[in-house]
């Protein structure tokens, strides 16, 4: 137990020391994201990931957008494991025909008002794997699409950046 | 080094025969009368080979039929067998008596090319991948099937395995999952918490790659191949390269090939981090989550500074890499392997130490080790279950021919077994990449290749950080792809969990999942 502790108190607080330039247009996004989610949503905004057929690299940086470093918790997002609690889904692609119930499915489970953010350039647009019997392409080919956060796949900081756009009401 | 051939040869006598239009770099390919097909699985297990892996091929724009291949292993040797299938009698004798991964390979060979697999013993001929509400008449591996056609749904249904008696329930799971991860099905009857079996169903995110890559130029395949799997983009791309490289018997240069190691190390280290975290999550200690989160990061920003890429994609290209390391990469990686290990082994004494995730860990989700040898299983879940199974060792290519890695092999075949295996190989990850860079050579980084020929195919392997990738490649009378077969470690590894959950309790299975964590990506390609 002291170990952990001490381990603890030796790494103390990551979030700061970021690289100068990620730092401070970090700081700008996260504020603004910070204040767009309390004032829209209450300090809270519930995120349900869906992955509708991608390679899994988005997920990667999903994930990472959690670690310490990026931290999104501390500007109130979080993801939950039902899209019943969820304000927005933030899905994957290219949206694969075997998904394409699933992902119809989700987004009805999901209360008005909802947002979605199509997720990686596959997501957007088909990405390297295009349209054909097996990939319908962007999400937005299946379910209404409010904003899309290119890359491949986006950094952390692109996806922070996507979502305070969003809410922020300007579209990329 | 030619044992498996050899007996094949002497088993077959003068019905089988060595295929031309193989690349004498890549292993040998033995055609077999259709059928005696599955007395090569037979004569196989007696030799004690394992089946890695076995697809399907349409030669008709090559004026020929269809063929089944088969890839045998044992030790240092890889063997191809194959046998001519008629247009007019889709069908070849199965190898599931013998070989249990089989029965994955065949139901996929079936679904997406159409060619039944026969035999007294192969029972199930349920779709694998293609999903119950595809046409029946939708094989997309078919020549004569349009990539780009919509296909319309039908009205199907897809037999469970049931389980009846009193206080049997089920629980279906997916394919949307609690966590941020890809999506499959699994079925679980329990009884209480205790799991009396499990059943997966996966193919969610089956997006055509294979019949993808057959739209492609030589060089687009790599980039294609890089995200098969976006977590093992290396290993993948890698694999894909080697088979392209050995299709037209180029040679990357020497600095290249050096690169290639670093980055594919660089690509276990950052996934084995992760990894052992999440293991540690799903045993609900964020702790080392966290902790182990934060030096993967710093991984992925090294590759960010280093080579221009978190991930590494697209870094590796047919005849080399994209991207030469600065003059001051070594030190800069020197300096990151330092601050690194030395975190790493502060939070590993910590997790050894501790008690309450031990009791988590030890003896949770047991793959005996007679069951992995039986499914094939490869990789890390193999060598945490006692399979000394690399293929950096048992097939090596520059530069592991001169540094090979050191391999560890546990036998507790536990979760804690899949995580230590781990924990011993990042730091055997991070001894390569500095003897690596210690040898470093100097010149080119990338070597022009040759046209690739009509009708010649090629096989590689790689070790990825999940285990070992089988790619093979086909060329058509264009010289184009006309076939790219993938095999990635999770298309076995799924087997084993299904048999490592048996006696487990229904909230340990996350954990078990974890440990194993296959690629849904890979595996439905």
Redo the contacts between chains.
Sequence with gaps: ML??LH??F??GV?TEPL?EQVEAELAHVGGRLEEAIRRRFHRSLVIR????????????????M????YNCERYGIQ?T???RFADLLLVTG?V????EI?LKR?YDATPTPKLVVAVGDCGCHG?????????LGSVSNVIPVDASIPG??P?PFDLLNGILRLIDGHQP | MNSLRNTIMTHFGTTASLCLGTCPSSVPQILVPREQFEDVGWVMKKASARLAAEWGVDETLLGRQYAVLACFAQDAEYLLVRCDVPLDDPAFPSLSKKHPPAFRFERQILSLLGLTPTGHVHSDLRPWIKHEDWPPDAWPLRKSFAAGQQMSRVEGEYKWVRAEGEGVYEIPVGPVHAGIIEPGHFRFQAMGEDILNLEERLGYTHKGIEKRFEQLSWKDGARLAGRVSGDSTVAHALTYCRAVEALVEGNVPPRAAWLRAIMLERERIANHLGDIGAIANDAAFAFFFYQFMLLKEHVLRGNKRLFGHRYLMDRIVPGGVAVDLSADGPSLIEEEIISLLAEFERIVKIYDLNASLDDRLRGTGILPAETARELGTVGFVARASGQPLDCRLQAPFSPYDRFPPRMTVLNSCDVHARAWVRIEEIRDSIRLIRELLATLPTGETSAPLKDVPPDQSAFAVVEGWRGEIVYWLHSGPEGEINRCAIRDPSSVNWLALEQAIHGNIVPDFPLCNKSFNQSYSGHDL
Excluded: K
Aim: net charge negative.
């Design positions: 170990r952990i381990q603890i030796r790494t990551v690289p990931e869906v992955d509708a057929g991608s390679c899994n690299g988005c997920e990667l940086e999903i994930i990472a959690n670690n310490p470093i993801f494991a039902s899209p290219p694969s025909i075997n998904m699933a989700t990405g390297i794997f295009g349209e054909s019997y097996a990939s491949c796949p950094t």
